[in-house]
């Protein structure tokens, strides 16, 4: 067997005299082909930093708890002030009881002194307002689809105003409220 690296001599008998003439070995051609994958990671939606979140089935759904500036809200109220202040939200609400459920815990750990009121984003639908304390809540901007629970939980109404509010110290019940009430609020949105 000859090695593949050799050099190969032709040995020729002339005369008694050898004579080697250096032979090369035929040329290999290796082909190398790569590959290269690009793999992207695409990272799951976050809230903003200081906002609790809660999972909703359609997505992570984020909220903030807090009291109002010292200014007041503005002309445009809370839902203003959340729209232009808290990242494009609008006043928070919710899909599922389990879901104010831990809105309720979440705000048992928020310190909103000297309110004692949170406003959240569902309103009365009437015709003509001052609406009657019997005219349904309902969710406004889209932050919730489930109206059941927009006006459900431990009502106490007063006719104090159109908009929904939950009690801190009465375990989160809603009462009604004016709408350009100067108290705590909570903005939600999707996260993104």
């Known amino acids: 067997m000859i090695h593949p690296n050799s050099i190969y001599c032709l040995f020729w008998i002339i005369s008694h005299v050898s004579a080697c003439i250096p032979m090369v070995p035929p040329e290999t051609t290796t082909t190398t082909t790569t590959t290269t994958t690009t793999t992207t990671t695409t ?94 809540y309902e969710w406004q901007n889209g932050v919730s689809t489930n109206n059941a629970l927009a006006g459900d939980f431990m009502p106490f109404y007063d006719g104090t105003g159109d908009c929904q509010s939950m009690e801190k110290d009465m375990g989160g019940r809603y009462n009604d409220i004016t709408c350009d009430a100067t108290t705590a609020y909570s903005c939600g949105k999707y996260a993104a």
Do not use: H
């Open 43 to 136: 990272l799951p939606p976050v809230c903003p930093d200081g906002w609790f979140s809660f999972q909703r089935t359609n997505g992570l759904w984020c909220y903030i708890i807090a009291t109002p500036p010292a200014d007041g809200f503005g002309a445009g109220g809370a839902q203003q002030y959340c729209q232009d202040n808290q990242q494009g939200s609008f006043l928070n609400g919710f899909e599922t009881a389990a879901e104010r459920t831990q809105f309720i815990s979440d705000l048992n750990t928020v310190d909103i002194a000297p309110y004692n009121f949170v406003l959240i984003g569902a309103k009365r639908v009437c015709a003509v307002e001052p609406c009657a304390t019997t005219d349904p």
